[in-house]
Every structure is written in structure tokens, then in C-alpha cells.
């Protein structure tokens, strides 16, 4: 088997694994949001049911250590109802899917961040920006995982977003001024991801790149063609 047999047959294996690897990815995204659909419709109504039941509890019991129990379990409720919620967001944002890409990043890495003590410096093209669906998933799975990846190995104070759109198509910066890392590291903690970014954009035709230093931080750019 000669050189360029050699070189056919690999750019055909990897055009055949990049087109499984999207198949997958978009089936992933399509099974996450029939999920999300599921737990918030059914386990939704059943916990509402619940609360509803407890509430007709409550109003006939007097005892006060029944009451103390029925309480307790509103409590429990409660916080069933708050999980569900997260677990939903996290497998497809409602804000995405109702008011756009804009208004649900700012929420996500607002709240994200908040919560892990980083302030947050974000610029947002306006949202009368309309981003087809699967540019704007992509995008906003991008920012998930680093914006995860950041808090969790980081040591970040500061995180800055942008995104930009123009007539050629959209620009995202995703940065922190945490210790960073050596990309040539094989312990790099961005690796079990990088992989997966990298092929969500350029299955869009667009390019990825991911910069750090250690010491220096790090910057994640993703820019997309318009569809």
C-alpha cells in the first residue's frame, strides 16, 4: 500500500469519526432535551400534586407534632422542586430556548460565577440578535464547560465574556486571570474537554483556539460562520 493509498484511507476514517462524533453530539443534545422536557412535565406535576396534598394536609391536622412532620416534609419538597429545577437548566436552558443565546449566557455565567465568589465582565451582541439554534447551542456549551473548567481548576478572580457578530458571523472570548496551564501538558485539566469543543466548532466550520500560560491564565476563542 503505497503513501497516498495510506493518506486517502486516514482522511476517510477521519471524515467517517467526525461525522459519528457530530451524529452523536447532536443526538446527546436532542436526548437532553427530550429529558429535560420529561422532568419538567411529569416530575414537575407530581411534585406540584404533592405540595398540593400536603397543603390539604396541613389545613385538617392539628396536632402539633403532625404539623412539625408535614413541615419537614414541605421542606423536602421544596428542595425537590429547586433540584429538578437545576437539573433542567442544565440539560437545556429555558432562557435559550425562549428569550435567545445573549440573555441566557449572562444568566448562566452570572449565577455560576456568583456562586464561586468571580466577578464577571461581559459584553453581549444585542438581543434582537437572532442565532440559529444550533450555532447558539454550541455556543453556549462552549462557554459550560469552560466556564466550569475555570472554577473548578482555575483559582480565578476575574472572567470575561465576549461575544460578537457581524455579517461574516459570531466571535466568542471566554478569559480568566487564574494560574493557567501548560497546553502541552497531558494533565492540562482542560483536556477531557478540549476534544469536544474543538469538533462542536468545526463541525460548524468555524475555528477553535485555546491559549494559556502558566501563571498567565487562560483564553478560549471560538469564532462561527453565519449558517
Same mark, same amino acid.
Given at each position: 500500500?503505497?503513501?497516498?493509498?495510506?493518506?486517502?484511507?486516514?482522511?476517510?476514517?477521519?471524515?467517517?469519526?467526525? #461525522? @459519528?462524533?457530530?451524529?452523536?453530539?447532536?443526538? *446527546?443534545? !436532542?436526548?437532553?432535551?427530550?429529558?429535560?422536557? =420529561? $422532568?419538567? /412535565? +411529569?416530575?414537575?406535576?407530581?411534585?406540584?400534586?404533592?405540595?398540593?396534598?400536603?397543603?390539604?394536609?396541613?389545613?385538617?391536622?392539628?396536632?402539633?407534632?403532625?404539623?412539625?412532620?408535614?413541615?419537614?416534609?414541605?421542606?423536602?419538597?421544596?428542595?425537590?422542586?429547586?433540584?429538578?429545577?437545576?437539573?433542567?437548566?442544565?440539560?437545556?436552558?429555558?432562557?435559550?430556548?425562549?428569550?435567545?443565546?445573549?440573555? #441566557? @449566557?449572562?444568566?448562566?455565567?452570572?449565577?455560576? *460565577?456568583? !456562586?464561586?465568589?468571580?466577578?464577571?465582565?461581559? =459584553? $453581549?451582541? /444585542? +438581543?434582537?440578535?437572532?442565532?440559529?439554534?444550533?450555532?447558539?447551542?454550541?455556543?453556549?456549551?462552549?462557554?459550560?464547560?469552560?466556564?466550569?473548567?475555570?472554577?473548578?481548576?482555575?483559582?480565578?478572580?476575574?472572567?470575561?465574556?465576549?461575544?460578537?457578530?457581524?455579517?461574516?458571523?459570531?466571535?466568542?472570548?471566554?478569559?480568566?486571570?487564574?494560574?493557567?496551564?501548560?497546553?502541552?501538558?497531558?494533565?492540562?485539566?482542560?483536556?477531557?474537554?478540549?476534544?469536544?469543543?474543538?469538533?462542536?466548532?468545526?463541525?460548524?466550520?468555524?475555528?477553535?483556539?485555546?491559549?494559556?500560560?502558566?501563571?498567565?491564565?487562560?483564553?478560549?476563542?471560538?469564532?462561527?460562520?453565519?449558517?
Amino acid at each position: 500500500m503505497g503513501t497516498g493509498e495510506i493518506d486517502r484511507l486516514v482522511d476517510a476514517r477521519t471524515r467517517e469519526l467526525s #461525522a @459519528l462524533s457530530s451524529h452523536l453530539q447532536n443526538l *446527546a443534545e !436532542k436526548e437532553k432535551s427530550e429529558l429535560a422536557r =420529561t $422532568l419538567h /412535565d +411529569e416530575l414537575g406535576g407530581l411534585l406540584t400534586a404533592a405540595k398540593m396534598d400536603l397543603s390539604w394536609l396541613q389545613s385538617r391536622l392539628e396536632n402539633p407534632a403532625h404539623q412539625e412532620r408535614l413541615a419537614q416534609l414541605g421542606s423536602v419538597l421544596d428542595e425537590a422542586m429547586s433540584l429538578k429545577r437545576r437539573v433542567v437548566e442544565e440539560l437545556r436552558p429555558s432562557l435559550l430556548d425562549h428569550f435567545g443565546l445573549a440573555t #441566557a @449566557l449572562r444568566a448562566y455565567v452570572e449565577a455560576a *460565577a456568583g !456562586k464561586a465568589g468571580i466577578q464577571t465582565h461581559i =459584553t $453581549l451582541p /444585542d +438581543e434582537s440578535e437572532t442565532i440559529p439554534k444550533g450555532i447558539a447551542i454550541t455556543l453556549f456549551r462552549i462557554v459550560q464547560e469552560g466556564l466550569s473548567n475555570i472554577i473548578r481548576h482555575a483559582n480565578a478572580g476575574q472572567v470575561t465574556l465576549e461575544l460578537g457578530a457581524d455579517s461574516n458571523g459570531y466571535a466568542l472570548t471566554l478569559t480568566d486571570d487564574g494560574h493557567g496551564f501548560d497546553l502541552n501538558s497531558t494533565q492540562g485539566h482542560w483536556r477531557h474537554g478540549i476534544m469536544g469543543m474543538q469538533h462542536r466548532v468545526r463541525a460548524l466550520g468555524g475555528r477553535f483556539v485555546l491559549e494559556s500560560t502558566p501563571g498567565h491564565g487562560t483564553t478560549l476563542t471560538a469564532a462561527l460562520p453565519r449558517a
